[in-house]
């Protein structure tokens, strides 16, 4: 099965040149991995919990893993490999290297497709995004650092 594409835009202030959609996109992907490793969503909401055939996979405890933190963090590759794709004046591109390992993985939690070919919504954990007051907060950050 191939993976979707996992990638999505944030608007950017007109006046923000590209240094500063650069800047704004940086923040942008800490704001998710650090939400993303506290266990949440896209809106703020826990991820649903790991199956019990995956708590008791090799990788699951070689990972040293607890079943209760759902962290999307086995290696750390996949939200690490979250980053800037492109930007122009108003939005800017997040995602993955289409094709690559990390954005099936990102699909994978996504769609809840896990290697599946149809999608599970009850087993996705959608972290690609972010809500505009948070958004909001980042602009005004990457402003007073510029």
């Known amino acids: 099965m ?12 007109d006046d923000f040149g590209p240094a500063m959609r650069e800047a704004l996109g940086r923040e942008v992907t800490e ?8 266990g949440r969503d896209k809106n703020g909401k826990k991820f649903v919990k ?3 055939e995956y708590t008791q996979s090799l ?10 933190k759902v962290d999307l963090t086995l290696s750390g590759d996949m939200l690490i490999a979250l980053d800037t794709i492109s930007h122009r004046r108003g939005s800017i591109l997040l995602g993955y290297e289409n094709g690559s390992e990390e954005n099936a993985k990102a ?40």
């Not at 191939?2 to 202030?13: C, D, E």
């Not at 990788?59 to 209760?68: L, R, T, V």
């Open 59 to 68: 990788d699951f405890k070689n990972a040293g893993k607890s079943k209760n």
């Open 2 to 13: 191939t993976a979707k594409w996992q990638k999505f835009r944030v608007r950017a202030p």
């Open 50 to 52: 790991y199956t019990k």
């Open 107 to 146: 699909d994978g939690n996504v769609r809840g497709t896990y290697g599946q070919p149809t999608p599970n919504s009850s087993k996705a954990r959608d972290f690609m995004g972010i809500k505009d007051k948070e958004l909001d907060k980042l602009i005004d950050k990457v402003r007073e650092n510029f």
């Open 31 to 38: 704001f998710i991995r650090k939400r993303s490793e506290g």
